[in-house]
């Protein structure tokens, strides 16, 4: 124990920061940081955007919390706004992405339990996947080290191999009720399903009468160059679980449905006390105001290919340090060949900040307000630190 108050949970990094200025974190000494880790691809539109700032004060200084017991006419308006964007009929708020998952996992079993189906309960997630700290959400996302020390599993989650259309077809039985996937695995390590497996899973439950859930809370509100990840696909979900970029760095989520799928979703089955309050619900259509206007997302679409061109040159320059660029849109993923936990902290030390993940990744999730000389400076730290890396190990660049 290090005599803090604080749970021991975090391996936190020796830094604190004082201020954010868009791509940019400042310690209290004055170093600049450039923040390509974004709190976890949460914020959306960098640090104290005006426009954010300026949502909530206004609401902080007129109304903060009143609960769901009462008309929240900002909620109202956001859910409006995400249905109009996208295939959803409903929307449930939440406070954050495992919240909203734990929503999409219950609306789905409900849905098979008011249509006369009780026992169809199971879901099929993917090898890989990550949607959350719940009992619930760490036994969907299957992965041995979250789920070490707290008992048993919950029951009703079926893993198969990532992107392996035979296995999903063959874990479907009577007691199924959905597939959950994401679109772009983030923590797993920046894997990206084809636009033809996704289309695949829509067919399997349309032949089998499942439902089809996205977990987008990373992937979402324009990370990927549309709003939805989904939308390069053709084809929609049922259900769709959000967060991290919809609150911009304010705690936002929410569970999107058809009116089919939410169907079972009636008044008293599930609630939240703080989920839609005021203040969340401000700072999400100011996001919204942004990310919706004309040219946004198309600029995102064009830096990514910028950054994507950029970091291509660096891995083949530096193949003992890194293996290939993955991703899309502005989530991106460096596979590194060394420990990525070891480059991230070089990245660190070029005052570079980046994010660790699965399959030896590291993340690359920079504001979708980044600018292209931003992502320049960004790729040069990249480079520098990987020049240090192999000077250090002894390993050559490019020969």
Partial sequence: MNGSALYETFARAPLAFERGEGSW????????????????????????????????????ARLWHVSNLYE?????????????????DKVFFTNSGAEALECAIKTARRYHYVNGAPERYRIVTFEGAFHGRTLATIAAGGQPKYLEGFGPKVEGFDQ?????????????????????IEPVQGEGGIRLLPAAM?????????????????????SGIGRTGKLFAYEWSGIEPDIMAIA????????????????????????????????????????????????LEDGFLQAVQDKALAAKQALASVVDEFPSVFEEVRGTGLML?????????AVNAAFRDAH????????????????????????????????AAAGKLTAVNGAGGAS
Wanted: some cysteine.
């Fill in 198 to 218: 996704l289309q695949k899973l829509r067919a399997l439950c349309d032949e089998h009468g499942l439902l089809l859930i996205f977990d987008e809370v990373q």
């Fill in 25 to 60: 974190l400042v310690t209290d000494s004055g170093e600049r940081y450039l923040d390509f880790a974004g709190g976890i691809a949460v914020n959306s539109l960098g640090h104290s955007h005006p426009h954010l700032v300026a949502a909530l004060t206004e609401q902080a």
């Fill in 72 to 88: 929240i006419p900002g909620q109202r308006r956001l859910g409006e706004r995400l249905v109009d964007a996208t295939f959803a």
């Fill in 333 to 341: 993923g460096l596979k590194c060949r060394m420990p990525n936990t």
């Fill in 160 to 180: 198969v191999p990532f992107g392996d259309l035979e296995a999903t077809a063959k874990a479907i039985g009577p007691e199924t009720a959905a597939i959950l």
């Fill in 244 to 291: 991290k970029g919809i609150g911009g760095g304010f705690p936002v989520g929410a569970c999107l449905a058809t009116d089919r799928a939410a169907m079972g979703m009636t008044a008293g089955v599930h609630g939240t006390t703080f989920g839609g309050n005021p203040l969340a619900m401000a700072v999400g259509n100011a996001v919204l105001d942004v990310v």
């Fill in 352 to 383: 570079f900040l980046a994010v660790p993940a699965g399959d030896n990744v590291v993340r690359l999730l920079p504001p979708l307000t980044v600018t292209v000389e931003e992502i320049r400076d960004g790729v040069e730290r990249i480079r």
